[in-house]
């Protein structure tokens, strides 16, 4: 029988087994169940002991990007986000075993973790100044940079459901990145000022329809949204769906030359651009706008207007699905098999930005086309980089430029995952496709914003 003057208290010895305590209630004795005279104060100091090397043991979370370990690569990226909304820092560690994450460790860090099925590794922190250590070595092509606040997203998108879907949305749906939709009305009214970061979903800024004219004329989503479009263009008070499509680029130019962070794909990256330096000109023919286009309009285009582009010629035939020289789509001869682009080195330490932007389990990624498929290097600018090209057929795929105090991006292409995205195609799912290196080249771009910058040097 046990005296009612002990209290069973325990206490785990340095050698993991358990050690019973017992304390003499009257007395305030403390002692080991052999009869050791222990006191309190001991036992604290033991336990302190044993939870300090513990910490000491595993205090670091490692998120490694490299194509051996790593079994889902876009949920990678969600998990970093998440983690830097609860306010937490984060080393991104460029060209360490594909650009990977550091983190400090936490019990709900790992169960999310295990939750999204995102790999992970417990460091110590012998380990982790190893690793820090290494990466800050001069004869390293790498660099750890800090990420310091999520991100808030826009995206520019039109309300309802199109015949066709856009891959930065559904990456941050799957990823589980939230982000906000807004249109012109928004954009108009400085709604950009309140976000972070914009992409621009599959937009055609000079009113002209995405020049699905011959194909899709009749087709009644076609006419619904040319329709749609033209109401939403009286509301805001414009004549026509080109002025008022100006109006917003010009609004998306005004917030990235303010700071902001602007991501765009396929046809919203080159009629961008036209849109900006066609301003004032009437390029439109009567069946977009109903009246004809200006005489003699390509010699009125002002490419000192425009971000990327410049020296391009604009195609003039509404029947030709195509806006301009920019896009290689009808230029290529590539075939789909050999269809890939290269992702460009840069120097981790001196060049950070396009380092970020590049970071991947593979410097070699499968191409796919769109509406603007890639872009001809005699038309980009030499103010800007690029950052993945495919060698085969001489193009640009993927390019980042400063504009003022902001950046954008622009991304040849449709869906990564679907070499030839057609009008009505079931939309990609990305469970088949956690590891896509095409992918992954989107969620750096929605980071790049978390990370704190340094001046580029190239």
Known sequence: MTCLSNSFVGFRNLFGSYTPVKKNIATGTEFFSSGFFVPMKMVFFFLFLFLFSFSVKASQILIPMDAETQQNHLKAYGITYWSLEKGNKIHWLLNYRGGSFLFPDSEELRK??????????????????????????????????????????????????????????????????????????????????LFDWLHLHHEDFTGQYGKFYRSYRTAPWYIEDKKQAEALATKLGYDKVSEEKLAVALKIRDYVVGGGFMFAMCSATDSFDIALAAEGVDIAEPMFDGDPSEPDYQNKIDFQKSFAFANFILERDPMVYEFSSIDMTNKRRVPMDIDYFNLMEFSAKWDPIPTMLTQNHTMLVKGFMGQTTAYDPETIKPTVLVLG????????????????????????????????????????????HPTSPGYRLILNNVLFPAAKKKKQKT
């Open 112 to 193: 999310e973790c295990m939750i999204r099925g995102v790999s992970f590794e417990v460091l110590s922190d012998q380990k982790t100044g190893e690793i820090l250590e290494e990466i800050s070595s001069p004869s390293q092509n790498m660099e750890a940079v800090l990420l310091e606040k999520a991100p808030k997203i826009a995206v520019y998108s039109p309300e309802g459901n199109k015949p066709w879907d856009d891959a930065v949305t559904m990456v941050l749906t799957y990823a589980e990145i939230p982000y906000e939709t807004i249109y012109d009305e928004e954009v108009l009214n400085d709604a950009l000022l």
């Open 389 to 432: 090209e495919s060698e085969v057929n001489g193009e640009a795929k993927y390019i980042h430029g400063i504009k003022g105090n902001g950046f954008f991006t622009f991304y040849g292409g449709h869906d990564p995952e679907d070499y030839q995205h057609m009008v009505g195609d079931p939309k990609t799912e990305l469970e088949l």
